[in-house]
């Protein structure tokens, strides 16, 4: 800690940015010896099961990540590989979960617990230059007056978003809707 020209204690900032995350959900092992376990999040909800690897590669994963299909079946949808943390030392598991369904990746960690289970946290990942989201209106122009899409091609026609009308509410007030 160090004091500033104003006389107030200005604490150091850490070195190293904190990676925060978010547990969403837990594997515990069954009288089979297999992890299964549950992811719940708001986009996703899945059963797991890992199934070990045995491998004589060095950079083979601990675990294949198994996920039960709406039809029942088991698909692997993932891999998890050991990792050890820089600060404490402590072994996890690290890797993602992946299906035709996502829209991208769900990266994963599973934390062992003394009950011998495993907590699965999740971060976000940290957005490249390239992760900018679009704007929300984008090829939502209305090409009749003169709108461009971020290509400068003409916007596609026929939309009417953004164009609003007014109505009266129930209670008096104006409101705008979308035109549909």
Known sequence: MT???RGTAKHPKPKTKELKMSNIGELTKNTNGFYIGKIDTLAVAMTLALREVHSTNENAPVYEIHAR???GSWVKVGALWEQTSNGTGEAFL???IDDPSM???L???CFRRE???YAIAWSRPRRTRNDVPAPANQGEGDSENGEQDFDGSPAKQGKTQGKAKSKKADLGETTSDAAS
């Open 3 to 5: 004091i500033n020209r």
């Open 94 to 96: 690290q890797g993602s």
């Open 107 to 109: 990266y994963i960690a």
């Open 69 to 71: 299909s709406a039809a």
């Open 103 to 105: 829209v991208k990746p």
């Open 115 to 117: 009950d011998e289970s």
